[in-house]
Nanobody, 122 residues
Framework: QVQLLESGGGLVQPGGSLRVSCAASGFTFSSTAMSWVRQAPGKGPEWVSTINTGGDTTYYADSVKGRFTISRDNAKNTLYLQMSSLKPEDTALYYC???????????????WGQGTQVTVSS
């Protein structure tokens, strides 16, 4: 069955950096576009970034552009999100999501992970 397991979240000071990962299994990872979506306390889900199957095309929300980098290792079936210059407003539960189709900035998703908490605070 499809599994998406996020890890790497934690507490970081404003201006700091953190990398979260998503280990995928149960489907052909290299043929699937992937995204990161976050949800802050009391707010709805917010799309963060999408990467295509080959990893050569990426999209970012304006709120994270220039600070976050999405990447993937198809040999390891793993998705990454490198976050830098973190702000308190980046505090959220970060989910990886499996896209239904490739080639879309904000695709529909059929599977989500359980999330990893990122807290930005001094």
């Amino acid at each position: 069955q499809v599994q998406l397991l996020e890890s790497g979240g934690g507490l970081v000071q404003p201006g700091g950096s953190l990398r979260v990962s998503c280990a995928a299994s149960g489907f052909t990872f290299s043929s699937t576009a992937m995204s990161w979506v976050r949800q802050a306390p009391g707010k709805g889900p917010e799309w963060v970034s999408t990467i295509n199957t080959g990893g050569d095309t990426t999209y970012y929300a304006d709120s994270v552009k220039g600070r976050f980098t999405i990447s993937r290792d198809n040999a390891k079936n793993t998705l990454y999100l490198q976050m830098s210059s973190l702000k308190p407003e980046d505090t959220a539960l970060y989910y990886c999501a499996k896209a239904v189709a490739d080639g879309t900035v904000t695709p529909e998703y059929d599977y989500w992970g359980q999330g990893t908490q990122v807290t930005v605070s001094s």
